[in-house]
């Protein structure tokens, strides 16, 4: 069984800029949502793609967009890069379309910096 | 609105000692509750988890009991070792769409 896998694993962006993270999902997953932690923080959502739709969004500006794939795999793209957007961004796939009893299954983050 | 609050860290505790991480939630409805585990460098990984109210979900030596009385679900292990240490976040899912809502994390190390 593939788990879910993040590229790239560190990334420094310079205000402004902007910045696509990619993932794939685990083998049989068809939900992916995005997350971002703060250092020292829990993560916060961005929002979850399911059948390349977005369906459902946290408190994030319209800056963070993303894609989903027919393959499931996911994009996460973040415009005019700020310097609180450093963070780790995790991306978290599940077998799910509206059940909220199925846990997430995390890759292991992309480490992004701004300066 | 939906929310965790989890006992501030960091935690030391030495090999074999028992282990209480508080976790408490606020939501409406019927969550599911959940643990996750962060090693360094990594993402979370799950631990165990609890869908309504009396479950008992256990991993690994580790429990958690969903008391929707306290709206409480306390993380416990009768005996920690080295590998436990790591970062633990407590979690609820409340809403369609399998969103989810975090603690934001208790620093768990344990020293031989």
């Known amino acids: 069984e593939t788990g879910v896998t993040q590229s790239p694993t560190h990334l420094i962006k310079t205000r402004g800029q902007q910045v696509t993270l990619r993932c794939s999902s685990q083998?049989?997953?068809?939900?992916v949502s995005w997350y971002q932690q703060a250092l020292g923080q829990g993560p916060q959502f961005i929002f979850q793609y399911y059948r390349e739709e977005e369906n459902g969004r946290g408190n994030f500006p319209p800056r963070f967009s993303g894609l989903q794939f027919p393959n499931y795999s996911s994009e996460l793209n973040v415009n005019a890069l700020e310097l609180d957007d450093s963070a780790l961004y995790l991306c978290a796939s599940s077998l799910a379309g509206s059940s909220y009893n199925s846990p997430l299954h995390f890759g292991n983050g992309t480490r992004l910096t701004v300066t | 609105g939906n929310s965790v609050t989890q006992m501030e860290g960091p935690v030391t505790l030495s090999e074999e000692a028992f282990l209480t991480i508080n976790c408490t939630y606020t939501a409406t409805g019927y969550p599911s509750l959940f643990w996750y585990v962060q090693y360094p460098g990594e993402g979370l990984q799950l631990l165990l988890k609890a869908t309504k109210a009396d479950d008992k979900g256990s991993n690994k030596g580790f429990e958690a009991t969903y008391r929707k009385e306290t709206t409480s679900f306390h993380l416990e292990k009768g005996s920690v070792q080295v590998s436990d240490s790591a970062v633990y976040f407590c979690?609820?899912?409340?809403?369609?769409?399998?969103?989810?809502?975090f603690g934001t994390g208790t620093s768990l190390t344990v020293i031989p």
């Open positions: 083998s049989g997953h068809n939900t």
């Open positions: 979690a609820l899912s409340r809403d369609t769409g399998n969103q989810f809502y």
